[in-house]
């Protein structure tokens, strides 16, 4: 029975892995009360949506997806349905399409914003939120519909964000 590294009194359940820009792995053991105190989701959730997800993925497994390869490792996105791990790099761009729905339904959003308190997760989706509306004032102006610009950057102004920013 591994204790949990952060408290040393409970057994850990979750096992957490990070990789050093020179592939040296960090491990480290928690276990639920401390996962859910550093903001986890409950780690009979994380366990059984990710069981979940997986057994999904190998019922269905069809044709079509034995024909979609990854040009640089040569996996299948049937394989990868199988194993439920990709196999480089270049399988993110091969699989793309595919993988979206996956990541939206695991993570919640395909818009990596990081881990960080409720609030800040408030204040990321604000700024992505910012960054959108900012891009399609852009695209009113230079397609010259100048009421939809003036509404995006009302839009903008209730945002908070000032011309300029």
Do not use: W
Request: aromatic share 4%; net charge positive; with cysteine.
């Amino acid at each position: 029975m591994k204790r949990c590294d952060l408290c040393g009194k409970n057994e850990a359940v979750l096992k957490l892995q990070q990789l050093d820009k020179e592939g040296k792995a960090t491990e480290i053991s928690i276990c639920a009360e401390c996962a859910k105190k550093k903001g986890f989701t409950s780690v009979e959730d994380l366990k059984k949506g990710a069981a979940e997800l997986l057994a999904e993925l190998k019922a269905r497994i069809d044709e079509k997806d034995k024909k979609v390869v990854c040009p640089k490792c040569g996996m299948s996105f049937a394989e990868f349905k199988r194993v439920g791990r990709l196999g480089c790099a270049g399988c993110y761009s091969q699989f793309g399409e595919q993988l979206q729905p996956l990541i939206r339904r695991l993570h919640g959003s395909v818009q990596h914003i990081g881990k960080s308190p409720h609030q800040g997760k408030k204040k990321a989706q604000e700024r992505l939120q910012i960054q959108r509306l900012r891009a399609e004032l852009q695209a009113a102006i230079k397609a010259e519909d100048y009421e939809r610009a003036a509404a995006l950057r009302d839009r903008l102004r209730q945002a908070g964000d000032e011309p300029g920013n």
